[in-house]
């Protein structure tokens, strides 16, 4: 699986943008960029993903380098109910092995917003 | 809230013990993922279902098991327990092997 590098924590006060980085340097060409975030008791929640081309969604944006090597998650006005651990990951779709459908979680950033 | 359903809540049992935890997922989603978290190992692919078949294994115990029924909901089974099966099990969800994931609220198992 190809690795992603993310800090392990980060800070922001609230209503601030927030800009949480991720590289992937091995990512292959039809590696998906997706991010996932776990609030404090609660299971993994979907964000946003994109293939090559910036997104957005009512929740974030996702900036992709051009060379895909790394990638931003934008939080345009951070709240308090957005910390969390923001996890960046590589994949689906894929194809065949043991991979197919398969998530896999690094340690993420822990992102803690101040009010 | 997700749309995923995850039985029970919390569970505490004994080493040695088997138990099984439920998961039914959204309306519509044919595949069904189980995760495992614990402090040391973060979250952790387990195993894949989709419409009933195996599809993905990941670093599953053999002690560890699990199906996917007819009505789409799966079950994981963890027999002879130990105190480091200890953790939050996640399932999820998607429509497709190749659609967002839709995690469920988790089983907290403890092993004493």
């Known amino acids: 699986d190809a690795k992603t590098t993310q800090p392990n924590s980060m800070e922001s006060n609230e209503e601030e943008p927030v800009h949480l980085p991720c590289n992937h340097s091995?990512?292959?060409?039809?590696?998906?960029i997706h991010w996932y975030r776990q609030l404090p008791s609660q299971g993994p929640e979907y964000v946003i993903h994109g293939l090559t081309s910036n997104v957005n969604n009512r929740m974030a944006s996702l900036a992709i380098a051009e060379d895909r090597k790394s990638s931003t998650l934008i939080l345009h006005r951070a709240t308090l109910r957005d910390a969390a651990v923001y996890y960046c990951?590589?994949?689906?779709?894929?194809?065949?092995?043991?991979?197919?459908?398969?998530?896999?979680f690094g340690q993420g950033t822990i992102l803690t917003v101040h009010p | 809230d997700s749309g995923v359903t995850q039985t029970p809540k919390h569970l505490i049992t004994a080493t040695g013990q088997r138990v099984t935890l439920r998961c039914s997922p959204r309306s519509g989603d044919l595949s069904v993922y189980w995760y495992q978290q614990s402090l040391d190992q973060g979250l952790q692919f387990l195993i894949h279902?989709?419409?009933?078949?195996?599809?993905a294994k990941g670093n599953i115990l053999e002690r560890f098991s699990a199906q996917q029924f007819p009505d789409l909901h799966s079950e994981l089974n963890l027999s002879s327990l130990e105190l480091g099966d200890s953790a939050l099990y996640f399932c999820a969800s998607s429509v497709s092997p190749m659609d967002t994931q839709y995690f469920g609220p988790g089983t907290r198992l403890t092993v004493l």
């Open positions: 279902y989709y419409n009933g078949e195996e599809r």
């Open positions: 990951i590589l994949g689906l779709p894929n194809a065949g092995g043991t991979s197919y459908g398969k998530l896999t």
């Open positions: 091995t990512i292959s060409g039809t590696d998906y």
